[in-house]
Nanobody
Framework: QVQLVESGGGLVQAGGSLRLSCAAS????????MGWYRQAPGKQREAVAL???????AYADSVKGRFTISRDNAKNTVYLQMNSLKPEDTADYYC?????????WGQGTQVTVSS
């Protein structure tokens, strides 16, 4: 099985920055996609950023130019650098890994952006 543990969430003022980390452990295969998703109350969970083992990335339009996803394959860790944060970025952020047609989720970390 796979376990994901997120960290780095918290309270930040609008315009500020925050970096989320997610460490994966267990049966991690070399070929996979890791990503960050977020969910605000009353809204569907949405993909924020994805990154492949090879380093290819994809971003939601709402965060392009502000967020950067990266990973350290040796540590099976994925990061989300969030800059120029807006109140609408407030949500629970979840780490995800997709491999072998299965998805695994972390417990989530809360990000609150104040005005």
């Amino acid at each position: 099985q796979v376990q994901l543990v997120e960290s780095g969430g918290g309270l930040v003022q609008a315009g500020g920055s925050l970096r989320l980390s997610c460490a994966a452990s267990g049966s991690i295969f070399s070929g996979n996609v890791m990503g960050w998703y977020r969910q605000a109350p009353g809204k569907q969970r949405e993909a924020v950023a994805l990154i492949t083992s090879g380093g290819g990335t994809a971003y939601a339009d709402s965060v392009k130019g502000r967020f950067t996803i990266s990973r350290d394959n040796a540590k099976n860790t994925v990061y989300l650098q969030m800059n120029s944060l807006k109140p609408e970025d407030t949500a629970d952020y979840y780490c995800n890994i997709q491999q072998q047609s299965l998805s695994y989720w972390g417990q989530g970390t809360q990000v609150t952006v104040s005005s």
